[in-house]
């Protein structure tokens, strides 16, 4: 019998995503209004504060887990033995199983980078040279298929919708949203969908990860240490996230809405089954062309 993952145990301490309020609108009328959560969580590793984070607070422990899975702190979810957040303080605590041995983590903390990520992020250096051994073979893709996706995740941004000033992520099979996150930052949500995957030893090989977030550099890294072989934006790319793609081997498509995106990366593993019909007969434009 295959070995069962050591699951570990988990506080529930999701809060709501936003809060009523009144304001004052362009014809001087006081009406109601919601605006989005932002609260501090500091993550802390056995004895350690990581980083402190900028949340809504709706899925805390699950954010605390991606992101130690995705700063490559613990290789393996076997060896967290718990999760626990207390708002009263504004932390979570993350605590490994006694008797195993880790990854020398507490080395990485010395050096890290700024990144360009929504609240200003950090990641670790070493975390760059771990993409060094990492390649993922990317899948077939459908043209009716991503626009189908594309409705469906639009349908999905409750926060965004009833208070706006959020990002919002989502883990994807097929035209099928598996789960679907919005937080302060879209690098926030990326990690509790990673969290949850690794909580749920879901794969990511024959996923899509959706943001609405630029395609940066460290989302392309989240991306690939998540194992997810194709990224859908309906926001731009920068040059260090096309390249680490091209590197890596992942599909990335950009600029999504509607009908209109743009493949930045690993467009011959997409079959055009659906080009819209006002473009259908007329001759490929240069950008086309160039794909």
Avoid at 68 to 79: P, S
Wanted: with cysteine; charged share 20%; aromatic share 6%.
């Amino acid at each position: 019998m295959p070995d069962i993952p050591l699951r570990p145990t988990l506080s529930s301490a999701g809060r709501d995503p936003t809060h009523a309020i009144t304001v004052v609108n362009e014809y001087g009328e006081t009406i109601d209004a919601q605006i989005p959560g932002e609260l501090p969580l500091t993550v802390h590793l056995e004895d350690q504060e990581i980083v402190t984070l900028m949340t809504l607070g709706t899925r805390p422990e699950a954010l605390a887990l991606g992101y130690v899975r995705n700063q490559r702190l613990v290789d393996d979810i076997d060896d967290i033995e718990s999760v626990n957040v207390d708002w009263d303080t504004a932390t979570v605590q993350v605590t490994t199983r006694a008797g195993r041995t880790l990854k020398d983590w507490r080395e990485k903390l010395f050096k890290r980078i700024v990144t360009s990520g929504c609240g200003q992020g950090t990641i670790f250096a070493s975390t760059l040279e771990e993409l060094d051994n990492t390649r993922l073979t990317r899948p077939s893709l459908k043209q009716s298929e991503l626009y189908g996706l594309i409705r469906h995740i639009s349908q999905h941004n409750a926060v965004y919708r009833a208070a706006g000033a959020v990002h919002g992520c989502a883990l994807c099979q097929g035209e099928t949203m598996m789960i679907h996150v919005e937080d302060v930052g879209r690098h926030n949500a990326a990690d509790a969908i990673s969290g949850h995957m690794w909580l749920e030893q879901i794969s990511g090989h024959d996923k899509v990860f959706y943001t609405t977030g630029r395609l940066t550099s460290e989302m392309v890294m989240k991306a690939a240490f998540m194992g997810i072989p194709v990224l859908l934006s309906r926001s731009g790319i920068t040059q260090m996230g096309l390249d680490l793609a091209k590197q890596v081997g992942i599909t990335l498509i950009a600029r999504a809405k509607g009908n209109h995106f743009n493949v930045y990366n690993g467009a011959e593993t997409i079959t055009f089954d659906a080009i819209p019909a006002q473009r259908s007969a007329r001759a490929p434009t240069k950008g086309q062309r160039d794909l």
